[in-house]
């Protein structure tokens, strides 16, 4: 679990809103000091998402945040937000939520699609991510190891074929 949390405001121009969250609830303050965990305030420009992100946002009845009304970045929007970010921790964390099938990969590449700048690394990653899944697929029999190793060798044509295509310009990914 994360002890941080992004927090971005949809009408927050010069970044105000997002100062006073850093200085409220940020990093370092007593609230981080009590509860072991903090807000980052960001402007919604930061991060890279997929087109029609808004209509999608995510909305919880919390009391607690009354008047405010909290919404959320949809599971799918946020994953493919966290590839293009590209950090180690974003792809463990997109991972994590694919094994756990709290995202479904099909609508993630879906949403790669719609990513303004990184669409072709980021559908490239989840390309990486099927061809794993369908190697850890094959069962352990007798027959296994040439399976796997047929696999193997088809799994690095694939890559070969994609960096070539990826180095041509050419981001079309058949899977």
């Known amino acids: 679990m994360s002890m941080e949390a992004d927090i971005a405001f949809l009408s927050d121009p ?13 990093e370092m303050s007593t609230f981080h000091e009590n509860n072991h965990v903090y807000a980052e305030g960001i402007h919604v420009d930061t991060a890279e998402l997929p087109a029609g992100w808004r209509e999608r946002l995510v909305s919880w009845n919390l009391q607690s945040s009354h008047p405010a009304e909290p919404r959320f970045v949809e599971p799918h929007d946020l994953v493919v937000s966290k590839l293009a970010a ?11 939520l ?17 990513l303004p700048h990184s669409s072709a690394r980021v559908t490239q990653s989840l390309g990486s991510y099927r061809r794993q899944e369908l190697h850890d697929a094959i069962p352990s029999t007798s027959a296994a190891p040439q399976v796997k190793d047929h696999l193997d060798d088809l799994i690095k044509k694939i890559a070969e074929r994609d960096r070539s295509r990826s180095q041509d310009h050419d981001y079309g990914l058949e899977l």
């Open 86 to 96: 590209g950090r180690e921790k974003d792809i463990v964390f997109a991972a994590s």
């Open 14 to 26: 010069d970044r105000r809103k997002a100062d006073a969250v850093e200085g409220a609830i940020g």
């Open 98 to 114: 694919l094994d756990a099938e709290l995202v479904g990969l099909d609508t993630l590449l879906a949403r790669a699609a719609q």
